[in-house]
T-cell receptor
Framework: GAVVSQHPSRVICKSGTSVKIECRSL??????MFWYRQFPKQSLMLMAT?????????EQGVEKDKFLINHASLTLSTLTVTSAHPEDSSFYIC??????????FGPGTRLTVL | QKEVEQNSGPLSVPEGAIASLNCTYS??????FFWYRQYSGKSPELIMF????GDKEDGRFTAQLNKASQYVSLLIRDSQPSDSATYLC??????????FGAGTILRVKS
């Protein structure tokens, strides 16, 4: 149980385009979903916390107009990187949790912006 | 002071030995503690969580928590080359967030 999927697993796009990443909890309803970013050889950096039906809460320094998060249901959250630039290239990982229990991570999406 | 601190390593142990990974945290109000394993290029996977002082065992893994000392550790018995990965300690924070340490690289040599 507790499976989280992400799509796509890998995406390459041109600078200036927008990219949407989907995160789904497959066998449970997640009260909260989280979006992280990880640069090479660094730890996870929390970008935002997302609850179904409400606006996401962004961490300090994360541009909410650039990283759009939509949490449409208890099993789906999306992250859209708008007007992507090469510095946005990173490994984006979502996680999902039930109430205040452990977080289960998706497999991640590797974004490369040319 | 970082909220969750781990020795970055690498920690090298021979196959079959016990690997001991340590983590300290700064928030005395933390209630939940997690150990994740992350292979290179992959996302973290949950190994264990612990809420109460003492030891919690699951197969070859034992988590140890000492809230008075703000210390949590992970022991891996009979270490295997497949255990070579980065181990992330995480502590619950405000709003159900997890605060991660920078991770300890473990290398198990055959």
């Amino acid at each position: 149980g507790a499976v989280v999927s992400q799509h796509p697993s890998r995406v390459i796009c041109k600078s200036g385009t927008s990219v949407k990443i989907e995160c789904r909890s497959l066998d449970f309803q997640a009260t909260t979903m989280f979006w992280y970013r990880q640069f090479p050889k660094q730890s996870l950096m929390l970008m935002a916390t997302s609850n179904e039906g409400s606006k996401a809460t962004y961490e300090q320094g994360v541009e909410k107009d650039k990283f759009l998060i939509n949490h449409a249901s208890l099993t789906l959250s999306t992250l859209t990187v708008t007007s992507a630039h090469p510095e946005d290239s990173s490994f984006y990982i979502c996680s999902a949790s039930i109430l205040f229990n452990e977080q289960f991570f998706g497999p991640g999406t590797r974004l490369t912006v040319l | 002071q970082k909220e969750v601190e781990q020795n970055s390593g690498p920690l090298s142990v021979p196959e079959g030995a016990i690997a001991s990974l340590n983590c300290t945290y700064s928030d005395r109000g933390s209630q939940s503690f997690f150990w994740y394993r992350q292979y290179s290029g992959k996302s973290p996977e949950l190994i264990m969580f612990i809420y109460s002082n003492g030891d919690k065992e699951d197969g070859r893994f034992t988590a140890q928590l000492n809230k008075a000392s703000q210390y949590v550790s992970l022991l891996i018995r009979d270490s295997q080359p497949s255990d070579s990965a980065t181990y992330l300690c995480a502590v619950n924070g405000y709003g159900n967030k997890l605060v991660f340490g920078a991770g300890t690289i473990l290398r198990v040599k055959s």
